[in-house]
């Protein structure tokens, strides 16, 4: 809070404005809807906000609860129009004075379910708009939801909230945009962790690594950075698609790699999946690798083969003796 706030001059100023009707004011304005836009609404709830823990309990539950339960309502109408002239500085400081006016009404679970609510609400307008700033700020204040359910045991309060299909769309679909996908580590990694994401969800994210390679290396690097939620479906829906594919960047072998190790032991028919790609990326049999391509292919073949925790003996052996083969060949054709 700003300084000076506890001084006597402030409660003074605090008892003078509900001498002057002014609580009962807003508390009309509020109940009569004649709000003019978001910054007069906003406004009201910093006022309300910012002397929060002066309010004598008595006067929370006879005046204060009845307003804050209205202001909650009309925040969860604000149209994505009215929060283009809200900074995102000033949206912030809005959450904070609601939520410290809840912290008087409401328990911690209670007081975190309505701010969840509300700032879910204000974030699919934002992430709805044209502006690329404000799609930011919606990817930004789910983001910051799905970190703090993550890090709360057996919390899915966030997912009747989270209209995954509707918000895959906006980062992944037509109207994506590199810098919502750089954004969109905390909610993959909230979606894969509680297993909310269909195929139609997974179809869309990997059809986003098709527009050109630039969307493609981000695609990548998130699904890298959210690759130890990834459970064994949505590893073997992505390895099933590299089997599609018709052309190979350095990332891709890169990520098979990393999608290799996290499958699990009963997976190995899998496993041997992306291998086979990765041998024949080296053979050249999925188009002329580059050097650098052909050189990664190799690096990346030799550490999977080499590694007895995700290959057996069966599956090494039978590449092993595939590679003596071919130097026979070549020394045959030698000597």
């Known amino acids: 809070m700003r300084e000076g706030l506890y001084s006597g001059k402030y409660l003074e100023m605090i008892y003078k404005f509900g001498v002057e009707d002014g609580f009962n004011m807003i508390e009309k304005r509020v109940k009569e809807g004649n709000i003019v836009n978001a910054s007069e609404l906003f406004s009201y709830i910093e006022l309300l906000g910012m002397p929060f823990f002066y309010y004598h ?20 109408e604000v149209s994505e129009e009215q929060l283009r002239v809200i900074k995102r500085e000033k949206l912030d400081q809005v959450f904070f004075y609601l939520e410290a006016l809840l912290s008087r009404i ?20 934002l992430l709805n708009s044209e502006l ?16 703090i359910s993550r890090q709360i045991p057996r919390s899915n309060s966030l997912n009747n909230l989270l209209p995954a299909q509707k918000i895959v769309e906006e980062i992944f679909g ?42 493609k290396v981000e695609v990548y690097k998130v699904i890298t950075e959210v690759i130890e939620f990834l459970p064994g479906k949505v590893v073997g829906f992505i390895i099933e698609k590299y089997i599609r594919s018709k052309e190979y960047m350095d990332q891709d ?49 030799s550490l999977l083969i080499a590694s007895p925790k995700l290959f057996n003996e069966n599956i090494m052996g039978d590449y092993f003796a595939k590679i003596l083969n071919m130097i026979e060949t070549v020394f045959s054709y030698y000597y």
């Not at 690329?132 to 970190?147: F, Y």
């Not at 990765?278 to 073949?301: H, M």
């Open 132 to 147: 690329l700033e404000r799609r930011i700020q919606g990817i930004r204040i789910i983001s910051e939801l799905c970190k």
């Open 57 to 76: 309990l008595s006067f929370v539950k006879s005046k204060i609860t009845l307003i804050v339960k209205d202001l909650i309502q009309l925040v969860q």
């Open 253 to 301: 072998i890169v990520l098979l790699l990393e999608l290799s190790k996290r499958l699990s032991s009963v997976q190995l028919s899998l496993r041997a999946l992306a291998i086979e790609i990765i041998w024949k990326v080296i053979l050249g049999k999925l188009g002329a690798p580059t050097k650098k391509i052909y050189d990664r292919a190799v690096e990346v073949f």
């Open 106 to 125: 409401y328990t911690l679970k209670g007081r975190n379910e309505i701010m969840m609510k509300v700032k879910m609400q204000i974030a699919l307008s």
């Open 174 to 215: 037509k109207r994506s945009h590199i810098q919502l996908i750089q954004r969109s580590s905390e909610l993959l990694a909230y979606l894969m962790s509680n297993s909310n994401l269909t195929e139609t969800e997974l179809n869309v994210i990997w059809d986003c690594c098709g527009r050109d390679e630039q969307f």
